[in-house]
């Protein structure tokens, strides 16, 4: 199992920049990706990022591409999303999660606890 830890998240004005974070712990070697999804209120979880550990591949969302950077620092287990030209409809709890390269949340089976995001217009 791994154990996934996200902060950075908060509140910032819509064309700003954040930047989160996941650390992971545990039986990372048996993880292929990380990925990034989120949840606004009222809504479904969706996709927002994936990338696999080895090669760093990496693969968006639209809805995303363009504005938002996922990266790793293999040294340090650690998982970043950079979020730039941020827009309200950003707005969400954003989830870190650890399993295979996919943009389905059910190829994933470890998931951090989330960390919120809020982009005011």
């Known amino acids: 199992q791994v154990q996934l830890v996200e902060s950075g998240g908060g509140l910032v004005q819509a064309g700003g920049s954040l930047r989160l974070s996941c650390a992971a712990s545990g039986r990372t070697f048996s993880r292929y990706a990380m990925g990034w999804f989120r949840q606004a209120p009222g809504k479904e979880r969706e996709f927002v990022a994936t990338?696999?550990?080895?090669?760093?591949?990496?693969y968006y969302a639209d809805s995303v591409k363009g504005r938002f950077t996922i990266s790793r620092d293999n040294a340090k287990n650690t998982v970043y999303l950079q979020m730039n030209s941020l827009k309200p409809e950003d707005t969400a709890v954003y989830y870190c999660?650890?399993?295979?390269?996919?943009?389905?949340?059910?190829?994933?089976?470890?998931w951090g606890q989330g960390t919120q995001v809020t982009v005011s217009s």
């Open positions: 999660a650890a399993g295979f390269t996919s943009s389905s949340e059910s190829d994933y089976p470890d």
């Open positions: 990338m696999r550990w080895a090669g760093g591949i990496t």
